[in-house]
């Protein structure tokens, strides 16, 4: 029987009171529409693990971003206003933290997650928790250029932070995130720039 890896999401925990968020001691619970229907589908992958001994593995991911990112992301939608000179939009004031997570590092542990079977949760989370203003000084950087920046309310649903504590799938997956902030955003915008000429 082949092992189930579910991909879930750093939204299962809501708007935690304490950070960096543990797997097994903060209490998930869900801000937005789409953070109950990952909790929903962690509760389903558990059912069948404890009742149908079906293999499981959930992996709470943390803001991923990189090359082949959806376009209504938010590192998507900004490198592309930004390469034809649009506004931005910032929902709130732009002090909102996020645990940014590359793609590859992603993909490397879920690879190392699949070796596991006994329904454990682990947290995917790059260590980059910086503000959005903070992230968005980043991507000018590495695109050479000011951003045309406007802002707007703040969003329903949106969390004020999120952090991984990523101690269990490091001492268990042997896992640890290696692409900086800067680095990834680099390979984002490369990979945009190139995509839209």
Known sequence: MQNLVF??????YGNAKELPMHEDRTIPKPYSPYGVTKLAAENLVSLYHTNYSLPTVSCRFFTVYGPRQRPDMAFHRFITAGLHDKPITIYGSGE??????????????????????????????????VT?????????RVMGKNLKL??????????KNTLASTEKASHILDWTPSMSLEEGLGNEYEWLRKLQK
């Open 7 to 12: 991909a879930s999401s750093s939204s299962v």
């Open 96 to 129: 909102q933290t996020r645990d940014f997570t590359f793609v590859s590092d992603i993909i490397d542990g879920l690879i190392k997650a699949q070796t596991i079977t006994n329904g454990e949760i682990f947290n995917l989370g790059g260590g980059n928790r």
């Open 150 to 159: 406007q802002h707007d309310d703040f969003q329903q649903g949106d969390v």
């Open 132 to 140: 959005l203003n903070k992230a968005l000084e980043t991507l000018q």
